[in-house]
């Protein structure tokens, strides 16, 4: 590009860093390897991104990492961002059941896929100060038939202030364009609507959490919301994950009157999510459908393919805020238990419950 970008603002190492929190499936990745090239190839700025993410990505925690720095200087560090400048979170479910918002600080610009106001989503994820940015990412990507990534690029580059539009319109040409070329204008248009509509509001310290400090959320594990016995029964389990966040915008809706208890709906479905009890069938005993357990859908919409009686068809959730056929896990004894996420812990797990030793491969 002709002009010199100048940064307006960066850390100790020099750097502008951007965080991107996403469920898999959003296209979080993806958009923040745009963002590295954006600043590459298109600012002319030293760039790296990267991101993080389990085996299974659809349905887990993203994470993508994006610096920035003055072309004359090496970025030297590849470490995860914790103190960004710019915090993308692809969608409003993530707050309060993740520590998205750590090492948000006042000067921090926090965009957010949400219909909320700026001011709700500031008390939702207690912030003490700082800029929010909403875009109602899903609802644009599903009326241009985009994706939320691209709808969250636009509303990025937006809150950074000092990006020109149309470098960002020529990145999606030359990428996104060229492996996708038929899906283009409907990218470009998602780009351009979330810079349009995302709705900045800038929030000032103004002592509102002096009482419980902002940084002291509340999914601290502790004597009030632990489970009965003061013990976590389920280190490592996803019982109690909440996989809202991965939709996109569709859900399988059930018409109970139309299923036959076939199972096939509950075969295919990678996350288990149909409750089927002991019941009644055409008089005779059977296990029959009862709904789904919309914390652990994905909405990936198998069962709906693959349901012979379009007992189950597809909906947009939004159209559904209260849905009748929605069954909980008869394991998630409550509806919302606030505790320090954490994994396999050898402390717990790695104590035998046998009483037999072995030695030299054989039992003593």
């Known amino acids: ?37 954006l600043g590459a190839s298109y600012l002319g700025l030293s760039a790296s991104s990267f991101s993080s993410y389990g085996s ?67 008390d939702d994820l207690k912030l003490y100060a700082g800029s929010v940015y909403a875009v109602d990412a899903l609802k644009i990507a599903m009326e241009s038939k985009s994706r939320v990534n691209m709808v969250m690029l636009g509303a990025i580059v937006k809150a950074t202030g000092f990006i020109p539009p149309e470098q960002v319109y020529d990145l999606v040409r030359d990428t996104v364009g060229k492996k996708y070329p038929a899906l283009l204008e409907r990218n470009l248009e998602g780009v351009k ?3 349009e509509s995302a709705e900045e509001v800038h929030f000032s310290p103004d002592g509102r959490y002096d009482k419980v400090p902002y940084t002291e959320v509340q999914n601290r594990w502790g004597y009030k919301n632990a489970p009965y016995g003061g013990v976590n029964t389920r280190y490592g389990s996803t019982v109690s994950n909440d996989l809202s966040a991965s939709r996109e915008g569709y859900i399988p809706l059930f ?4 299923c036959i208890n076939c199972g096939l709906c509950d075969s295919t479905c990678p996350d288990m999510v149909f409750q089927f009890v002991k019941g009644e069938y055409k008089g005779r005993e059977a296990m029959v459908n009862k709904g789904l357990d919309y914390h652990h859908c994905k909405g990936c919409l198998r069962c709906v393919d693959v349901c012979p009686v379009n007992a189950l068809v597809q909906g947009i959730e939004r159209e559904h805020p209260d849905k009748k056929w929605f069954v909980r896990n008869k394991d998630l004894i409550v509806d919302h238990l ?3 996420d954490a994994g396999a812990n050898s402390w717990v797990t790695s104590d035998s419950y046998l009483e037999e030793r072995r030695m030299d491969g054989g039992l003593v």
Not at 5 to 26: D, H, M, Q
Not at 97 to 117: D, M, Q, R, Y
């Open 1 to 37: 590009m002709d002009e010199k970008i100048n940064l307006p603002i960066v850390n100790e190492e020099g750097c502008y860093e951007i965080r991107l929190e996403s469920i898999g499936g959003l296209g979080a990745n993806l958009c923040g390897k745009l963002l590295g090239e």
């Open 56 to 122: 299974e990505k659809r349905g887990s925690p993203v994470k993508a990492f994006v610096r920035w720095c003055a072309p004359d200087r090496e970025i030297r560090i590849s470490s995860p961002v914790e103190k960004p400048h710019i915090l993308g979170l692809f969608h409003e479910a993530l707050s309060g059941k993740l520590p998205v918002t750590a090492g948000v600080l006042e000067e921090t610009k926090v965009v957010i896929n949400s219909p909320e106001s700026p001011e709700t989503l500031r």
């Open 193 to 195: 609507r979330g810079y």
């Open 255 to 258: 018409i109970q009157d139309r």
């Open 338 to 340: 606030e505790f320090e």
